[in-house]
């Protein structure tokens, strides 16, 4: 299974972006999805996330201002990212608690995407 990040960028404050994120590989079924962010010198720290039901969290920092959606089909998770400020600079991590196809069976596992780089700057 592979996570793959895109849509990050350069941005002025106030700004906006859409963050991607496709999963491709032998997966039976994404349960959560999310996106997390590391900005230099800091701990990863978690952004939002989505259950397969649409189901919502978002860190206290980014409500109002960001939003997590979904396309089960596709296998994709997208953060629609608004208002922009400085702090919100960092690397922009996806990930997926799925179960995967192993062995002639299942087996759940969580996987992460390679990072795409937000930077929010005058």
């Known amino acids: 299974v592979q996570l793959q990040a895109s849509g990050g960028g350069l941005v002025q404050p106030g700004g906006s972006l859409r963050l991607s994120c496709a999963a491709s590989g032998s997966i039976f079924r994404i349960n959560v999805m999310g996106w997390y962010r590391q900005a230099p010198g800091k701990q990863r720290e978690l952004v939002a996330t989505?259950?397969?039901?649409?189901?919502?969290n978002y860190a206290d920092s980014v409500k109002g201002r960001f939003t997590i959606s979904r396309d089960n089909a596709q296998n994709t998770v997208y953060l629609q990212v608004n208002s922009l400020k400085p702090e919100d600079t960092a690397v922009y991590y996806c990930?997926?608690?799925?179960?995967?196809?192993?062995?002639?069976?299942?087996?759940?596992?969580?996987?992460w995407g390679q990072g795409t780089q937000v930077t929010v700057s005058s």
């Open positions: 989505i259950t397969t039901g649409s189901r919502t």
């Open positions: 990930n997926a608690d799925l179960t995967e196809y192993f062995s002639g069976g299942y087996r759940k596992r969580d996987y």
